[in-house]
């Protein structure tokens, strides 16, 4: 069977140059509302199966990733739910589980989630019949102790969900609850082994970069263009999750020109950082402004000595100008001193909604007293001592997700548990530090440093807004920690160009 696909990918290769061109026309009529999305779903199924069988998987997975990161998530209502952009169409036939397509109720996985399956599958195909297309597989070799922290994390999640169903758990939350926890070991793994040559990681930089601008730029045309002859301002216009890939194209930016003051770099940043840094403004997140500030603290640890004490210097001189700016807009309503309102709210007590996460927080802590050492499993409900605002009238199933989703991962899993999944963040800083340090090329050092500013990111949406369980952060961290870990391998061995 094996051999037999393998022997038809070969001989329909040369139709790749055709067949992504094809697919993005596809997808293009599909976001245009043309009407053909009917007739066009099986053939752009085709069109992605046998474009999957033909094309590197290197590249596979570069166009999964890009078009998964522009895709609207329907689940974090985009837009407010005001306006379909043209990325919304393409998100729901990536993010909808299949069941509600073909009407099969054991399809409860997504339209993404099965081309994660098509793309291992390939690269199985690749692996077993030694094909000269993915070469460059066969040496991404992940080192010792990611391979084993990303097979710690990956069993703990199973165990968790076999431990949960044991204890009368709900099957079909728990399946909400593990999704992307389960799925990022596998995709670390995945872009750790295909993402071997220096090119590939370019090209990964340049994909992040430039769906980032794609998102700003559609968040943007939201809010003068559509949501503008309001008079009540947005509460955000693109999505919750748009702060992680917006604060790691802004520092990616900054970090392509540091690493290589030219021209090009320039205008890149000259064109691009107003773009990212109004849709970061005009989505107001608060949580964004604090990914930033993160940020720049690993760009700062990681800058040389020299650059530090400049940066220290430029720091205490710009203080005073920094806090009559932060006096000034206080209490301003201003859309200029957006930022200032969102640091007002994170120490604000009186804030609702720091009110709520408070209550929501102090819940997880009980809950995860009664079982310290294991948690009580995935399908399972925190218990709500005190209760906050009601909101099971929408949401009934809210007790089995918290905002803050690393006290929730304690309450699921335990201090064992959390220990064995959350290993893989410091072990991936090691392995991302010596990348770093050893780097003899921009690539390699940029994508080490976007690898950092990702489990900042992680981390930081994780503790604030459900960041386990979106999509968004989990492909960013998948791809920078894969590209980082591939980047270690290829400082000991010789470059493959393929």
């Not at 005001?82 to 109720?105: A, Q």
């Not at 758990?169 to 389960?182: C, I, K, P, T, V």
């Not at 107001?284 to 650059?307: H, Q």
């Amino acid at each position: 069977m094996i051999t037999a696909i393998a022997a038809i990918a070969r001989r329909t290769r040369p139709a790749e140059l055709l067949l992504w061109p094809a697919i993005g026309l596809s997808l293009l009529l599909v976001a245009a509302g043309t009407g053909l999305v009917a007739p066009l779903v099986p053939l752009l199924v085709l069109g992605v199966v046998i474009a999957l069988f033909t094309a590197p998987v290197r590249h596979s997975a570069l166009v999964v990733l890009g078009v998964g990161i522009i895709a609207d998530y329907p689940g974090e209502h985009p837009m407010m739910n005001r306006w379909r952009s043209p990325s919304l169409p393409i998100g729901e036939l990536l993010y909808t589980n299949l069941h509600v397509f073909t009407k099969i109720e054991a399809m409860r996985f997504s339209g993404l989630e099965l081309l994660f399956i098509l793309l291992g599958l390939v690269m199985f195909v690749r692996l077993m019949t030694d094909d000269p297309l993915d070469r460059t597989v066969d040496q991404g070799a992940l080192p010792g102790p990611m391979k084993g922290a990303l097979a710690l994390w990956l069993g703990t999640v199973i165990m968790l969900e076999m431990y949960g169903l044991a204890r009368h758990g709900d099957f079909r939350n728990s399946l909400w609850q593990l999704r992307q926890l389960f799925w990022f070991p596998i995709l670390a793994a995945l872009f750790g082994k295909v993402l071997t040559t220096t090119r590939s990681r370019l090209w990964l930089l340049r994909t992040v970069l430039i769906a980032a601008c794609i998102r700003a730029l559609e968040g943007i045309y939201f809010y003068f263009a559509v949501f503008e002859p309001s008079p009540v301002r947005p509460a955000y216009v693109t999505t919750h999750s748009d702060s992680v890939l917006t604060v790691l194209a802004i520092l990616l930016g900054i970090m392509v020109f540091v690493s290589r003051p030219c021209r090009t770099h320039l205008v890149l940043n000259l064109i691009g950082q107003p773009i990212l840094l109004s849709a970061l403004v005009l989505n107001n997140r608060r949580i964004a402004f604090v990914s930033l500030l993160g940020g720049l603290l690993a760009m700062l640890t990681l800058s040389p000595p020299a650059a530090r004490a400049a940066v220290r210097r430029i720091a205490v001189m710009a203080l005073p100008l920094l806090l009559i700016f932060v006096a000034v807009g206080w209490n301003s309503k201003s859309g200029l001193f957006r930022p200032v309102a969102s640091l007002r709210s994170v120490l604000d007590k009186d804030n609702r909604s720091n009110q709520t996460r408070d209550i929501e927080n102090y819940n997880l802590i009980r809950t995860l007293k009664h079982q310290p050492l294991f948690g009580s499993g995935f399908g399972q409900v925190y218990e709500e001592n005190v209760r906050a605002d009601r909101v099971d009238q929408f949401m009934a199933n809210y007790r089995y997700i918290a905002h803050n989703s690393v006290l929730w991962l304690f309450s699921v899993s335990g201090w064992i548990g959390f220990t064995s999944i959350w290993l893989t963040l410091p072990v991936g800083i090691l392995i991302i530090l010596r990348v770093y340090e050893g780097a003899s090329g921009m690539v390699d050092r940029v994508t080490a440093f976007g690898a950092l500013v990702a489990i900042v990111c992680f981390v930081v949406q994780a503790w604030g807004d459900m960041g386990l369980q979106s999509w968004m952060a989990t492909l960013l961290l998948a791809g920078f920690m894969g590209g980082a870990v591939a980047a270690h391998g290829s400082m000991s061995r010789p470059e493959v160009t393929a």
